[in-house]
């Protein structure tokens, strides 16, 4: 859980703090008033990186603020591993960053460096930053998404949502690694290939020394002293090419290297095939408990119109009317379709939080622009469901939407004063 965000000459906030406290907080304010840079700075906090359309942002120092030499960004909170309070500061300087974390109440650091911090963040938060954005972040458009997917291609986003993505990445790069191997291996045949060749080629070690004995016989007839010895120069030269490709064919470290390879190949090959069945694994035992929670969060909001919803293992999804009469999803008016979404998307961050045993959850859900793309009637319902997330310890909704104010515990709206200034904070309670 959040306490406390100070951001100085980061991005727009050249001063400022925000205090996070448990229910929900709404950030509300129009486009470029530093809504995101806020999301931007608890991340960069936390894993000291910065990430943009899934993708990382490559300079960090493109934060400091206009004209600024350094930034600084000092984030408060709960560990989830032992409920205790830490604090994280990060500075940025023009090409490189510095970073220490604190236990509360502490003045000296319990971890200095990028590194080392960022490893002990990760034991704090029990998870690395894929795990951890899995589990609490909802990103904007992901909503708008799954209500224009099909079934398949909504599992297929589901699985990188739940961060199980991570596993196929993994897979891919124990596959490159094979495909190294397999070449590796594939020289090393070469190289015992062209050995064996050139030793059919060359004399056997008998062959030579009758040679050298029939140059012994003749070696008395003085005129063909000169030419004898170019000759057993000659001889010398391929009993040393005897010896070496001999040695090469029969070197312990060849035949090691070789084995070892082999080795490497199949072990490489097991562990492909465990990383991609993972995340079969894990959906399968997540999914019920993923419609549990989706089918809560819909009932929540239109439960007055529908029964039940029923969600299968391919994520195509049913509603049932008050009479029990199926009702196809496409049928539905009203903002339905992406109400079902938002419960599907949300359910899989209450479902992760809930239902870890690995890990203590870490009681924050963070909902980066939730109606985006959708018309008024089609977003009616979203204030009402924002309400109703109950599960989660903490919330956190950034919006340009007024009307999801209501659904707050608290409000921060920012005002903004123009290009490269820092936006009016206006708190509620």
């Not at 990103?139 to 599992?155: W, Y």
């Not at 990383?275 to 993923?290: C, F, G, K, V, Y």
């Not at 209501?406 to 708190?427: C, F, H, Y």
């Amino acid at each position: 859980m959040l306490k406390r965000l100070d951001m100085r000459n980061f991005k727009v906030f050249t001063d400022q703090v925000f205090e996070f406290t448990p229910g929900t907080t709404s950030i509300v304010g129009p486009n470029g008033s530093g809504k995101t840079t806020i999301l931007e700075a608890i991340e960069f906090a936390l894993f000291k990186r910065i990430t943009r359309k899934e993708k990382s942002v490559s300079k960090v120092e493109k934060m400091i603020s206009h004209n600024k030499r350094k930034s600084k960004v000092l984030l408060d909170f709960v560990a989830p591993i032992n409920r205790r309070q830490y604090r994280v500061e990060r500075s940025i300087y023009p090409g490189e960053t510095k970073a220490d974390l604190f236990l509360e109440g502490d003045k000296e650091p319990i971890a200095s460096g990028p590194r080392d911090v960022n490893d002990e963040i990760v034991k704090l938060l029990g998870v690395d930053r894929h795990a951890f954005s899995a589990l609490t972040y909802v990103r904007q458009g992901e909503i708008d998404r799954l209500a224009r997917q099909s079934p398949k291609s909504r599992r297929n986003d589901l699985y990188g949502m739940m961060g199980l993505g991570i596993y196929t990445k993994t897979s891919d790069r124990v596959h490159k690694r094979m495909q190294l191997v397999k070449k590796d291996i594939s020289q090393r045949k070469e190289t015992i290939t062209r050995l064996q060749e050139i030793k059919e080629h060359l004399p056997s070690e008998e062959e030579l020394e009758k040679v050298n004995s029939a140059l012994a016989s003749i070696s008395k007839d003085d005129n063909l002293q000169e030419d004898l010895e170019v000759i057993r120069s000659v001889i010398d030269k391929v009993k040393e090419s005897v010896t070496k490709v001999d040695h090469e064919l029969f070197s312990t470290e060849l035949t090691d290297e070789f084995e070892n390879l082999k080795d490497e190949s199949e072990i490489s090959k097991t562990l492909k095939r465990i990383l991609l069945s993972i995340p079969d694994i894990a959906e399968s035992q997540l999914r019920p408990h993923i419609r549990s929670e989706a089918r809560e969060i819909f009932r929540g909001i239109f439960g007055d119109r529908y029964s039940d919803l029923v969600i299968d293992d391919d994520y195509d999804v049913t509603l049932f009317d008050l009479r029990g009469n199926e009702v196809p999803l496409r049928a539905a008016s009203g903002g339905e379709d992406v109400c079902v979404n938002f419960a599907l998307r949300v359910g899989v961050n209450t479902a992760l939080q809930k239902h870890s045993v690995a890990v203590p959850p870490p009681g924050l859900l963070i909902l980066d622009e939730p109606g985006a793309g959708l018309d008024s009637q089609r977003r009616r319902w979203l204030p009402k469901a924002i309400q109703g997330l109950k599960a989660v310890e903490q919330v956190i909704v950034v919006t340009h939407m007024q009307e999801l104010k209501e659904s707050a515990d608290r409000i921060i709206e920012l005002t903004p004063q123009g290009k490269a200034r820092q936006p009016i904070v206006e708190l509620t309670e």
